[in-house]
């Protein structure tokens, strides 16, 4: 096929993804120098529409950016006025006191939001500014200039047939150029996979771990509602069969947000998280609380866990990675968005010496040691063994141990030096033939709900036509191997039911339901024979979450 030929624009600085760490980013850049050219390019249909997180937001990013956020109405309307961690077993519970927990554990302070509607205001604030925002702008290439660097990213390919050819309504796209080109795509990012790998920027750094993050938004009870409450739990459903935990929170009109996270490390490929975190639901202080409610929406993200050793360097040639692209989230606090808009202000900063400088297509020096050095660096490390001793000793060892480690962090001795993780996720998964199998509950359609049913409360979209975004590297693997060796876990381990396999014996095919995806990468990263490339599909398509 002959080259493509794309028209090009010309910016100062390039942002991909419209999260809180690129839109950080952007209005920090527009800040230092309002003359700058910046652009933001959102997969998304909308800003926010992919965006989903627990989410209790620490404000120490805001207060930073934009210190009058209150006056210019950002939607934190919901401060946390009470803190509450529990393990559960089958029937029960047993508080875990507060004040055994580090002070970095506790949520004064922060507010209960919905990230997405938090990313909504953001883009409000850097558009005012001038920042160009393109929402519905898949990036689907690395532009690379002459010395190898970064130059840019092809955005907005359309109408390519289900092989691959240009259709009849084919549009090429444009690629857009800058100086900087930031990568603020979420966690295992496609083009940041690409740029990590081209520059070997993961050489000097730990494995990256990951959860899967589930979410459902409930409207319950108004006699049951308790704003600003937020609970934490571990323990029951999952047990010994992975690490993990839940979390609800209490925000406004009557809503509740319901979460479960899996860790990707799981040994038995029988685990099937979605339906782990069905089965919590009906944990008796669960129930009690949904009972005569309704579940409104839901979605699901991997979430970075490898923490300080597992970041990548964030510099290469041409750019930065921002965020969760480098795997910036403080498990024990299951917090990421703070640290995510102060890496955006770091590489702002950084950039927009380098340009007043004359410089462009470079290594951003001095990014990444700002962040290791900085706030963020600070709050990563004190909690920096909390998830190996977890998976290497489980919950309990991850609690007395990981939990003294963290109040001696507190006061700067760190007794343990920094744990490494060993395998990768996709690594740690063992052949089916060690495990038994998991007897899930049949979902009853109240509190508990299959997995399409509850997609479809994703409002996930995608054009049929085009072609699949997630493609196997070697098509035989999945039946000839993943089958019989670890019993097919695509079909488990998915939370919006995209992978299957149909029909028995020799007859039986992989199923791959692309039109599903709500874009949350497990595929690609816990797929033990690491077969599954998550690549974006065509601008827009996707999950459209309202408020997560």
């Known amino acids: 096929m002959a080259e493509i030929e794309r028209e090009a624009m010309e910016y100062d600085v390039v942002i991909v993804g419209a999260g809180p760490a690129g839109l950080s980013a952007a209005i920090r850049l527009k800040q230092l120098d309002a003359d700058l050219n910046v652009v933001v390019l959102e997969k998304g249909s909308e800003v926010g529409a992919h965006i989903l997180s627990g989410a209790v937001l620490d404000p120490v990013g805001l207060n930073k950016l934009i210190p009058d956020w209150k006056d210019k109405g950002a939607p934190l309307n919901v401060p946390v006025k009470e803190d509450n961690f529990y393990m559960l077993g089958e029937a029960g519970q047993i508080r875990i006191p507060n004040f055994v927990m580090p002070p970095l554990m506790n949520n004064h302070g922060n507010y209960i939001v919905s990230m997405g509607n938090v990313c909504r205001w953001m883009a409000e604030q850097a558009e005012e500014m001038g920042v160009e925002i393109f929402p519905g702008m898949s990036c689907s290439e690395v532009v690379y200039g002459d010395n190898g660097e970064v130059k840019g990213v092809v955005a907005g390919e359309f109408g390519k047939n289900p092989d691959g050819t240009p259709g009849p309504s084919y549009e090429p796209g444009m690629e857009l150029h800058g100086k900087y080109v930031f990568l603020g795509e979420g966690v295992r990012g496609s083009l940041s996979k690409q740029v990590i790998a081209k520059y070997d920027l993961a050489a000097k750094s730990d494995v990256?771990?990951?959860?899967?993050?589930?979410?459902?938004?409930?409207?319950?009870?108004?006699?049951?509602?308790?704003?600003?409450?937020?609970?934490?739990?571990?323990?029951?459903?999952?047990?010994?069969?992975?690490?993990?935990?839940?979390?609800?929170?209490?925000?406004?009109?009557?809503?509740?947000?319901?979460?479960?996270?899996?860790?990707?490390?799981?040994?038995?490929?029988?685990?099937?998280?979605?339906?782990?975190?069905?089965?919590?639901?009906?944990?008796?202080?669960?129930?009690?609380?949904?009972?005569?409610?309704?579940?409104?929406?839901?979605?699901?993200?991997?979430?970075?866990?490898?923490?300080?050793?597992?970041?990548?360097?964030?510099?290469?040639?041409?750019?930065?990675?921002?965020?969760?692209?480098?795997?910036?989230?403080?498990?024990?606090?299951?917090?990421?968005?703070?640290?995510?808009?102060?890496s955006g202000i770091a590489a702002a900063e950084v950039a927009v010496d380098a340009i007043k400088i004359g410089l462009g297509g470079d290594l951003l020096d001095g990014y990444d040691k700002a962040v290791r050095k900085g706030e963020i660096g600070e709050d990563l490390k004190k909690v920096r063994n909390v998830k190996p001793l977890w998976s290497k000793y489980g919950l309990l060892a991850s609690l007395g141990i990981g939990g003294m480690d963290m109040w001696m962090n507190t006061f700067g001795i760190g007794f343990l030096g920094t744990l490494a993780h060993g395998k990768s996720d996709a690594d740690a998964t063992e052949e089916a033939s060690k495990h038994k199998e998991i007897d899930y509950p049949k979902p009853d359609g109240t509190l508990s709900f299959d997995r399409l049913t509850n997609v479809s409360f994703s409002f996930t979209n995608h054009e049929e036509s085009q072609p699949a975004h997630l493609h196997l590297i070697d098509p035989s693997v999945p039946v000839d191997v993943n089958l019989p060796k670890y019993a097919g876990p695509s079909a488990r381990y998915c939370p919006a039911g995209v992978y299957e396999f149909v029909g028995e014996g020799d007859d039986t095919k992989f199923q791959i339901n692309f039109q599903n995806c709500v874009h949350c990468k497990t595929c690609d990263i816990k797929d033990p024979s690491q077969n599954i490339i998550w690549t974006v599909p065509q601008g827009g398509d996707g999950p459209n979450y309202p408020n997560m």
């Open 208 to 342: 990256q771990k990951y959860g899967l993050g589930m979410k459902e938004i409930w409207e319950i009870d108004p006699e049951k509602h308790s704003e600003g409450t937020v609970t934490h739990t571990m323990g029951w459903p999952l047990e010994g069969n992975a690490g993990g935990g839940s979390f609800i929170y209490h925000l406004e009109n009557n809503q509740v947000y319901v979460g479960f996270v899996v860790h990707l490390n799981y040994k038995n490929p029988h685990v099937f998280p979605y339906m782990e975190f069905q089965r919590f639901k009906h944990h008796p202080q669960v129930a009690e609380l949904l009972k005569g409610g309704k579940r409104v929406a839901y979605g699901a993200r991997a979430i970075s866990e490898g923490g300080y050793q597992s970041m990548p360097q964030l510099e290469f040639p041409g750019g930065a990675l921002l965020g969760c692209a480098a795997g910036m989230v403080n498990v024990p606090r299951i917090k990421g968005n703070h640290n995510a808009m102060l």
